[in-house]
């Protein structure tokens, strides 16, 4: 039996091209399909909240947006503690953005895990896109909020004179890498999750097609149920951290590191 590569499924494959007034060539490919679809599910979930009414619609219709209310009520608690924790209640202020970004990723991460998905945030362009512009934010707020004070956390109190240039330098590296390294950590850990359980499934079939027993066969069906339960894990953690760094290196727009 043959099997694609388990990295097939991140391939980004076009499925119509057509020109445009304001691009000469649009791309309808699964990232932008499944880009769009996002971006309305994301709408409509704030639009049910923000329109929902305790006292109107169907018995049904009212239990589920209760829940998802539930739901929104503890991501909402979840991500003002950790922007005040971090960066004390100023950073309240930026508070809708961080809540979009850590939605758009967390619905990103679950959608990916359902049959015949795209792993959106597989892609580095979508987290680098984020990382890249919050830490511009970021810099800019830092530079607004502490003007040339800034720059004196980039060197750690109690340092020698002599040690003063190699840390400002190690510094200024890890804060330029900080983009880099939030998109790297959300790629792999995606790509490696949805890549195992590619594997999983390809030895489920293939155990399936050369006719092992039934022992053999709920064994590795139980492995892989396990596996897509840890990949929603994953993706919950992923996007949790994602966010919770974000309002870590919120903190240095409104206070000295060191």
């Keep these: 039996m043959y099997l694609p590569s388990p990295l097939t499924q991140f391939e980004i494959w076009l499925y ?8 000469p060539i649009v791309y309808a490919s699964n990232f932008g399909i499944v880009l769009i679809k996002l971006m309305l599910l994301l709408g ?8 929902y009414d305790d006292k109107k619609g169907f018995s049904v219709f009212r239990l589920l947006l209760t829940r998802l209310q539930v739901v929104y009520i503890t991501i909402h608690r979840l991500v003002s503690e950790s922007i005040v924790s971090q960066a004390g209640p100023r950073g309240l202020v930026d508070f809708s953005l961080v809540l979009s970004c850590f939605l758009f990723l967390l619905l990103g991460n679950l959608m990916a895990l359902f049959p015949y998905e795209f792993a959106i945030t597989a892609h580095g362009i979508i987290p680098f896109t984020f990382a890249a512009v919050f830490n511009v934010y970021f810099l800019v707020s830092s530079l607004f909020n ?10 750690p109190e109690g340092v020698p004179f002599i040690l003063k240039p190699f840390i400002a330098i190690i510094e200024i590296v890890s804060y330029l890498l900080r983009t880099f390294s939030l998109t790297l950590r959300l790629v792999a850990n995606i790509m490696a999750g949805h890549v195992l359980v590619y594997i999983l499934t390809a030895f ?26 840890l990949e929603v894990m994953i993706g919950v953690i992923q996007a949790y951290v994602f966010m919770v760094l974000l309002t870590v290196y919120m903190a240095d727009a409104t206070k000295l590191k060191h």
Excluded: M
Aim: glycine share 10%; hydrophobic share 60%; aromatic share 22%.
């Design 204 to 229: 489920t079939i293939i155990a399936l097609d050369v006719g092992v027993g039934l022992g053999i066969l709920g064994v590795f069906s139980i492995i892989d149920f396990c596996i897509v339960i």
């Design 16 to 23: 119509l091209r057509y020109p445009s007034i304001a691009c």
């Design 146 to 155: 502490l003007s040339f004070k800034f720059f004196y956390g980039f060197v």
């Design 44 to 51: 409509f979930v704030y639009f049910l909240l923000l329109t």
